[in-house]
Structure formats: C-alpha cells, structure tokens
C-alpha cells in the first residue's frame, strides 16, 4: 500500500450550480448529482468517515481497536476496510460499472490494489462472526487503501459520461459510505465513547414542538421510487414504482417523545404482558433475566414520577428533554407503547404518503429512524442491483424503518428510502410515532 498522507485535503465550500440541479453536496438532491457535485460530495464523505473514525483511533488505539463481538457491532478496522473496498470492487475493479443497475452481479473484476482485500473486508468471504479473528491492517495502512481507492474512484469519475447508468455506481458509493458512517456513529453510542464537541453537537436529538395528529385523506399514491432519468438514483429496494390506494388515517405529526413514553413505563408498560406481542415479551423476559430491563437501551433513569428521563450519551449521560424523541427502541417497545395507546404504528405506505404530502402541516420527520408496522418485502416488480446481498435476504424477517436520524447525512434523508432492521435491534438511533387504530 502506499504510505499514507496525514488526511485528505479539506472538503471543497458546497458550490451553487444552475437552475434545476442540486444545490449543495449534503442534499437530498444527490440522486441526480453531476459528476462535479458527486466528486466533492465523495471526498466530503471520505473527510467524514476519517473524522469519525478519528474518535476511534482517541479511544482504542492503545488496545488496537479491539471491541466485543456483538450483533450490533464490527472490528472498526473492518469497517474501515470496508468503505473503501465497495468503493472500488464496484467502481475501480468493475468493467461493467458504465452499465449501472444492469451490470451483471457475477461480471468479472480486476484486482485489487490490495491483494488480501476481498479476503478481508468482502462480506460473503469474511461473514460478521468471522471478522474478529482476520489479521486486518493496521490503521495507517487503512486509511491509506482509502486515500488511495477514492484517488482512483475521483480520476474514473472525472472520465465518466453523464448519464445515470454511467454516474450509477458513483452515486451508491456515496451514500454506502453515509450508511457507514451512521454505523460508526452507532458504534461509538454503543461502546460508550466519547465524541469531539462538534461531532457531539451535531449528534443531539432536537427538541420537538408538539402539533395535533394530521387527517391525511384517502388517496391513490404512487409508492416508491421510479428510478433512471424520473428520479435519478434509486435503491433496488425502493423499486418499481406502484399505485397503492390509501384509506383515510391519522398519524402523529412528530415522533413519540420521552414525556410520552414514560407515561407508558409509569402505567406498568414493561410489566404487563398484554400489551406484548408474544415474541416481543418473550424478548423482554430475556433482557429482564440478563441485566433487569425495564425501559430503552442506555436509558439509565427514567422516573414515573418525576418524568426525568437520563440516557446515556456516547459515555456521558444525559438528562433528555421531555419534547425529544424516545429513542434507543425496538419495534417490539413501539409496538407495546401502542397497544397501550390504543393506537398502532402506520404502514410504511401512510409513512411516506405523509412525509411527501404533509410536511407544510407540520409532519416533521429525519430526528429518529422510525419504526413502523410494515415487515420489509419486496414491492411488485422488485429486481434486485447488482449486489445480490443488498436487500432480498432480508425480506420478511426485517421491520421497516422510515425517515433519519440525527446522525444520518442530509443527502441520504429522502422519503422512499427503506431502512430496515430486526425488530430486536435498539442500537439504532429509532423510535416511532403512531396511527391511529
């Protein structure tokens, strides 16, 4: 590898561009970046991710950045790796990269600048309980494959045509690396580490000024994206686009906060198997057996009385603000909040219905990944990317997540876009509002 410069070169000011196209290199607009705004936008996304993964290097360098194996959790050198290997297994390494979604999922590759390289970081060949035992590279040789990945990803960019086959591979680059990012960030929520005060500052759930449910009116909508030259970019999962009819429903302008929440903890929420799906109170009896749950992840207080709500917060622990949105939840604790509202989580269709439709009404979305009721399938006419991997074997066992969360990029905050998560995951930075029944 090559010896590894200090850091990248700072990120470029955002630059304005004409009428019609994306303003800002952080805006949901990047799904129809140009090939200028996406290099800045890739070089502010590497800037990024070794900022973050700065924080790592504070804290566990001395211990060569060990961390337990858990579900929730990758060795950080692996996800480091990682970043930079999709980077250019499907952009430097693939012939086929001018073809975009079409390009064949098998189509031959050249070698990586990093003989080892899908040894290490490619997921079919190191899987998630391998990794803690592959002999990685050390930090600086790292961010050195990084360095020198994206000079080869910035060099094919600047020779690519400007079509959305062509800008394809560029394009889902960026935002895999977004996605990483969050992972970072979760990470070092979930280790208990502590973050820089810009890092610290950005990461903060805002306080919520509270609106009355909205009536959204019964309507045929278009769900999903369509994708090529309509939209740009789009996720496999997101496709084809298909008329749904919507009855009538009510949904929560805003997501379930902590004063709410503890109204249901206060009232014996965590006590009362009624209120449970049945898998979901067997999970809460295993969690109540191993260290005594009776509230959200990293929620080391929370007063019926009172209402003081304390979650710790990348180490510190913090006292929440009743207007903030609960956080740290699985699908099984919104599920139950709900039952116990009388009222349930909406369909992923109400979701994106009201967050293209309502928002001049107060519907505010992106402070949490929000939970909802919808198991994560296929829409009709599904035809998965060229990553096999992306997004089919997770159908019918995933929750869908909608929205953002404070940690996630402005660009990848777009409406259809589909997280999705096992409902048993709280590392997340999820919670939920609600419908009603």
Known sequence: ?????????????????????????????????????????????????????????????????????????????????????????????????????????????????????????????????????????DSANSRAFLLDTLESTLELLEKAESDDDALYFFRLALFQEDLQGEALAGMAQTLGMALDRPLLSAFTPGAMALREPLLIPATTWQMGSAGGSEAGFAFDNEQAAHALKVPEFEIDAQAVTWAQFVE?????????????????????????????RRGPRHVEQIGSASGAVVQTRFGQPVRMQASQPAMHLTWWEADAWCRWAGRRLPAEVEWEL??????????????????????FRAYPGFAPGPGQAWSAPFFGSHKVLRGASFATRARMKHPNFRNHSHPDRDDLFCGFRSCAL
Do not use: K
């Not at 073809?99 to 899987?127: F, K, T, V, Y």
């Not at 903890?265 to 067997?282: F, M, S």
């Not at 979305?365 to 909802?372: A, C, F, K, L």
């Open 1 to 137: 590898m090559a010896t590894e410069p200090s850091s990248l070169p700072p990120s470029p000011a955002p630059r304005l561009l004409a009428p019609g196209s994306p303003t800002l290199i952080d805006s949901p607009q990047m799904r129809r970046a140009s090939r200028d705004l996406l290099s800045l936008a890739l070089m502010d996304a590497r800037n990024h991710t070794l900022h973050l993964f700065g924080q790592f290097r504070n804290a566990l360098e001395a211990v060569n950045y060990r961390v337990p194996e858990h579900p929730a959790l990758n060795p950080p050198l692996w996800l480091l790796g990682h970043v930079g290997w999709f980077q250019e297994r499907w952009i430097g390494r693939n012939l086929q990269r001018s073809l975009g979604a079409r390009c064949a999922p098998d189509a031959c590759r050249l070698a990586s600048i990093e003989p080892n390289a899908d040894r290490w970081w490619d997921p079919e060949q190191a899987p998630h309980s391998a990794r803690w035992a592959l002999s990685l590279p």
């Open 354 to 375: 009201a967050a293209h439709s309502a928002g001049r009404r107060g519907f505010r979305w992106g402070d949490v990944w929000e939970w909802t009721g919808t198991t």
């Open 264 to 292: 249901f903890v206060a009232d014996g929420g965590y006590d009362r198997q009624d209120l449970w799906h049945p898998d979901g109170w067997l999970w809460l009896q295993a969690q109540t057996a191993a260290d005594g």
